[in-house]
Each structure stands twice: as structure tokens, then as C-alpha cells.
């Protein structure tokens, strides 16, 4: 018996087409402007790799301003998964098992910074960092408790959504076969985690590496600027296509991590399967 197809929705699909179009077509065009062999940003020149490395002075190879932005942001990044992730797992886990009046409060209030509007919530930490904890040195150490305080929510949200789908039964048999209760975290739960850390590390690095309203309130000056600030700041003095390569760069380590991603879930998905069948085999 031969299986229905579903019926095909054209124009949905034509919308779906000339969205992505639509949605992709500025991001092209600032990757092949980047190409330029000459200083301008609002026609196409013949393709170079000038603002690259050629340029001995105003491409991102050579641009001592434009490296300390990749920097600042990959290493604000990286920091941010740091902390943001381990911190995230152990809250979604109490909160998980959390049991009171207060549970339901608590879970209202991590989801706070996700549907407040950033521009809102990064005043707020511009003005709790200067007003109140006057103590925290600004620049890349208020980026960070920026950066942490706004990605938190979005850790324990995809960790929690994965212990529900996991139970409790793993642990719990964990625990009638011997084992204390740190180790059917270490040694069942967190393993059974993994896919779901992994995401919620490259959700992370993304909403981090892409912030610029935290971390344009909470900059010192150009030796804490990131990508974004340092683009948004030459887009408005009129610089040359060297943003448009930094912007390039970044694209190009933004969709490397996604493709990683990707694979790794992948592979962790196989593995998965292949337990399983090995278990239904034994049994």
C-alpha cells in the first residue's frame, strides 16, 4: 500500500522562498562589498582580498583596533559559556525539583530577562552597575555580568525543557541500583544532558557574540569595543569595507560554531540510538 503524500502548499512555499531571499539579501550584499578593491561601501568593485590582509594598514589583519574587537567578543564569548552554562544547568536542575509556593515565582523571574526589551534591561544594568554595585570595574568585567545575567534565562529554559523530556525514572533507577544522589547526577543525569548543554552553550556563544546593546552601555572606551559597537561606530563616521570584512569574519565563526553544533548533536543522537538498539537486543 503505497503511502499519501501530503498535499503540497505552493504558496506558502513561495513565501517561505522570497522571506529567506528578502532576509539573506542584505547580508550578502555586506559580504561581497567586503570583496571591494577599492574604499566603497555602496557599489561593487572588482573582488579583492584587500581588506582582509592586503590593506598593510586598514584591513583586519593589520588593524590593530579592528583585532582588538574580534577579540574583545570572542573572548567576552567564550567567558560568558563559562559561566552562563554550569550556572544554568544547576539552576535548572534546583528549579527542577524545586517543590513550594515560591517555585512558581522563582520560574516567572528567570524567565525576566528574555521577554524584557534589551534596551530596558540594559539600562537597568548600566544603572545597578554605576548606582549600586559601584565596586565592579567596568568594561570586560560588567560586559561579562551583563552578558551572564541576560543569557542565564535562555540556559536553564533549554535544560529544563530537556529534563522534562528525560523524567525521573534514570535517576531514580540509579538510585535503587547503589548509587548516592551526586552520583546519578554525575554519572546518569548530566551525560543524559549533554545534547541539550552543548545547545544551550551555542545559544550562548550567538546571543553573546551578536549583543550590542549590553555591551555598548557597559564599554569603557575602544579597548572594551566588540564587533558590533566597532561596527555600528564606523558605519556612522563613514569607514571603508574593512567593517564589512570584520562582519564577514565573524559571520563565517558564528556559522562554523552552528555547523559544529549541528554535528556533535548529530553524533550524539547516533550514539544514542545505537545504545538503545544494543539494549533492546540484549533484552
Sequence with gaps: MSRRRRPTAPVLALLTALYVVWSLAPVLVAVRISFNSGKSRSSFQS??????????????????????????????????????????????????????????????????????????????????MTQIYRGIPGGITAQLLGHVTFTLSFVVVIIRARLLAIGDDYELAARDLGATRLQAVRLVLLPLLWPAIFAAAMVTFATS?????????????ASTETVPIKIYSGARAGSTPALNALGTVMLVITLLAVVLAGRVLRLTRRRGDHAASLASIRA
Excluded: K
Excluded at 209 to 221: C, H
Design 47 to 128: 573582488p579583492s582580498m584587500r581588506w582582509y590582509w592586503g590593506d598593510p594598514t586598514a584591513s583586519v589583519w593589520h588593524d590593530d583596533a579592528l583585532q582588538q574587537a574580534l577579540f574583545n567578543t570572542l573572548r567576552l564569548a567564550a567567558l560568558t559559556i563559562l559561566i552562563a552554562v554550569p550556572l544554568g544547568v544547576a539552576m535548572a536542575i534546583g528549579l527542577q525539583r524545586w517543590r513550594g509556593r515560591a517555585s512558581a515565582a522563582s520560574n516567572g523571574l528567570m524567565l525576566a530577562p528574555i521577554v524584557t526589551p534589551e534596551i530596558v534591561f540594559g539600562v537597568a544594568l548600566f544603572l545597578t
Design 209 to 221: 557574540v551578536d549583543d550590542f546593546v549590553i555591551s555598548s552601555f557597559l564599554s569603557t572606551g
